[in-house]
């Protein structure tokens, strides 16, 4: 059984929900799952000025933070967060910063990792997002599990090959149909991960 972790961030609820779709994939595969947050670094005066992050924040307060040890368990981990200025969102920057520890030991080498994004309009850096999480991956020696054109839902969700990315409408919600998209990606990124484990075996 593949030890799976989904590991994201999310402010309004978008990567909240790729991520629980990552989930559930993952149960269907067979995988033992964890589904977790990074922890939030905004100030609680910025959470409560936004009804729709203050909402997020209080449907998800249950769900644990992430933490080295979860890393540590897991064969495969999808990374999903906003993009913020092109890039990784600081919150899950964060959390990669702090796992130098495991870095150090080699306990990140050979992690199977796919990623995922999010942004308030089409061209708002949602792929430069994902490359940035591969960026760190290529650093940790993980294997990046992209789910280029390997599925038509794929093309359904816009067609990026670097990993499921969504646009936001202003009316909070996602503008493409990407739940598709997201559970091919979760199958695959668990698939490749079942041909490392037989490997080692």
């Known amino acids: 059984m593949v030890k799976f972790a989904v590991i994201y961030y999310s402010s309004t609820g978008i990567n909240y929900q790729m991520a629980q779709w990552a989930a559930e994939s993952a149960k269907e595969a067979g995988a033992e799952v964890r589904l977790l947050k990074v922890r939030e670094l905004a100030p609680e005066a910025a959470i409560n000025g936004n009804p729709a992050w203050k ?8 769900i644990k933070e992430a933490g080295s040890e979860d890393l540590e368990w897991a064969d495969a981990v999808i990374f999903s967060c906003p993009t ?16 130098g520890g495991l870095w ?7 992690k199977v990792v796919s990623a995922m994004s999010s942004a308030q309009n089409p061209h708002g850096g949602q792929e430069e997002t994902v490359k940035s999480i591969y960026t760190t991956m290529m650093h940790w020696g993980a294997i990046i599990v992209p789910p280029g054109y390997t599925d038509n839902s794929i093309f359904k969700a816009g067609g990026n090959p670097y990993g499921t990315t969504v646009s936001q409408g202003q009316d909070g919600k996602m503008i493409e149909d990407v739940k598709d998209a997201v559970f091919h990606q979760t199958k695959r990124t668990i698939e490749v991960a079942k041909w490392l484990i037989k490997g080692k075996e």
Do not use: E, I, P
Not at 55 to 62: E, G, L, V
Not at 104 to 110: D, E, P, R, Y
């Open 84 to 99: 913020r200025f092109g890039n990784v969102a600081s919150q899950l920057k964060q959390f990669f910063d702090s796992q």
């Open 55 to 62: 909402s997020n924040a209080a449907a998800t307060k249950d």
């Open 104 to 110: 150090a030991q080699g306990k990140l080498v050979n």
